[in-house]
């Protein structure tokens, strides 16, 4: 019987805080993860050199398969399925999803061990990639496949959406010079400061201030039409703020799902942004503890 291997790994809507800090390699982002996963299914084919990968487009998770068998001297072939939940190009993350599930399904196919340091050294050689290798919010060097801080686990938080349309290539866009100025770095470094602390002390009206905050920073650098009416929205039905993917086309009013309101709060925000942008999406934000 061919060895199977599964995983999955899990999407993040767009970022809580993303920019450049004031130093060296100083690209980074702060996940936001939600209950939105990429599943990948891997068995293998020992008698055959031919890698097959479905959906066919999923191009670079057939790369990333071939560099991990060719690392641990198994020139196998195999048969990739990627199941994904994450809609692409949107900013979910939903590539770096299926590249570390793609990772983790083929590690356990080849009973081999994955830590995320290597799976991170692999994925720096085909993307940028969001941290979703680890259960937490983190800080992120996205250009650089490293991690900067597990920050830790936050409240669940239900995330109204819209889509303004359209794909983004991350990593054209990361190829995109950043138009940030001296101070914007350094306020990158505040906001940077700000989160860590709201995220320690779980302080949703705080992460809720940051992400707004990186939300309209972001706009010198892929404006989002919509971004002043979410903002709006955000404020009359009592939200946390709005995040959005900065590079992507989604944004979302955060809402704190303990608060009794809630539902009532869920609902007249889904019916503001379906009359913007004429489709809305609920996600839930993921909590570890």
Not at 9 to 14: E, K, M, Q, Y
Not at 27 to 41: E, G, I, K, Q, S
Not at 102 to 127: F, G, H, K, W
């Amino acid at each position: 019987m061919a060895a199977t291997g599964v995983s999955a790994a899990f999407g993040t809507f767009g970022e809580l805080l993303q920019g450049v800090l004031p130093e060296d390699d100083g690209n980074f982002l702060v996940t936001l993860p939600v209950a939105r996963w990429a599943m990948a299914r891997f068995e293998v084919h020992p008698e055959s050199s031919e890698l097959l990968v479905w959906p066919p487009h999923k191009k670079k998770a057939l790369r990333l398969t071939s560099m991990i068998l060719q690392d641990v001297g198994r020139p196998a072939g195999g048969a990739l399925k990627i199941d994904s939940m994450l809609p692409e190009g949107k900013g979910l993350a939903s590539s770096s999803a299926d590249l570390v599930a793609t990772a983790r399904a083929v590690a356990n196919a080849l009973d081999e061990p994955m830590p995320a340091r290597r799976i991170e050294s692999y994925l720096a050689q085909i993307e940028p990639t969001d941290g979703v290798l680890y259960p937490s919010v983190v800080a992120y060097h996205h250009r650089s496949v490293r991690l900067r801080a597990c920050l830790g686990s936050l409240p669940s938080m239900a995330v109204v959406s819209v889509d303004e349309g359209g794909e983004v290539d991350t990593v054209k866009f990361n190829n995109i010079p950043k138009p940030f100025t001296v101070d914007d770095k350094r306020e990158y470094a505040r906001l940077l400061d700000r989160i860590t602390h709201a995220v320690r002390r779980r302080d949703l009206a705080e992460v809720g201030r940051v992400a707004t905050a990186s939300a309209w920073m972001n706009q010198t650098l892929r404006h989002k039409w919509s971004l002043q009416a979410m903002t709006a929205i955000c404020e009359s039905v009592g939200g946390l703020g709005v995040v959005v993917g900065h590079s992507g086309t989604t944004l979302g009013v955060l809402l704190d799902t303990r608060l009794p309101d809630c539902p009532s709060q869920l609902a007249a925000a889904a019916q503001a942004c379906q009359e913007l942008a004429g489709n809305v999406t609920v996600y839930r934000t993921l909590s570890f503890d």
